[in-house]
């Protein structure tokens, strides 16, 4: 089992970013996982690279369209157990028009999970199949909300959270 910590949108609020990791690195209940990872969709890499050189978490990362370019990619595929992950900020993607393209490249790369950010409010929505979700924005003027994803084999569960 694997918690990660979803976030996008931190924009350079950093204490935001490491005040939400600090609630969520141990675990918030019992028995749960400490972090195993960070995922950030975009606008505001650099936060979550100042965050793994002061902790030690692994990241990974896309860039969004305030980032600089080279930073990261600009979308990615990972595997998190068996659980399949499509990552992309949504700008290129016309989120703020629906979601039918980010589905589409999401299922192009075969992926259960499409993480997606830009939109700065949260989503979770399940289209045949296909989980799309948004953590909302990491930063004190966007709401200050992420996702924590717990992970199991090819289980997962989804817990959207805020400071």
């Known amino acids: 089992m694997m918690r990660v910590l979803v976030v996008s949108d931190s924009h350079g609020d950093f ?7 600090e609630r969520e ?8 996982q400490p972090l195993a990872l960070l995922i950030h969709l975009g606008d505001g890499v650099l936060d979550a690279m100042l965050l793994q050189r002061m902790t030690g978490i692994r990241v990974e990362a896309v860039n969004g369209n305030n980032d600089p370019r080279g930073a990261f990619p600009d979308e990615l595929c990972i595997q998190l157990e068996e659980v399949r992950v499509y990552m992309n900020h949504g700008h290129s993607l016309g989120v703020r028009g629906g979601l039918a393209l980010l589905a589409r490249a999401a299922r192009k790369e075969k992926a259960g999970l499409a993480l997606f950010g830009h ?15 948004n953590p909302g924005a990491a930063s004190h003027w966007g709401g200050s909300s992420y996702a924590v994803l717990e992970i199991d084999g090819r289980k997962y569960q989804v817990a959207l959270g805020k400071l």
Not at 15 to 21: A, D, G, Q, V
Not at 25 to 32: H, L, P, T, V
Not at 119 to 133: A, D, N, Q, S, W
């Open 15 to 21: 204490s935001t970013l490491r005040r939400i990791y």
């Open 25 to 32: 690195k141990k675990g918030g209940q019992a028995g749960e």
């Open 119 to 133: 939109l700065h409010r949260e989503m979770l929505v399940e289209k045949r199949g296909l989980t799309l979700l």
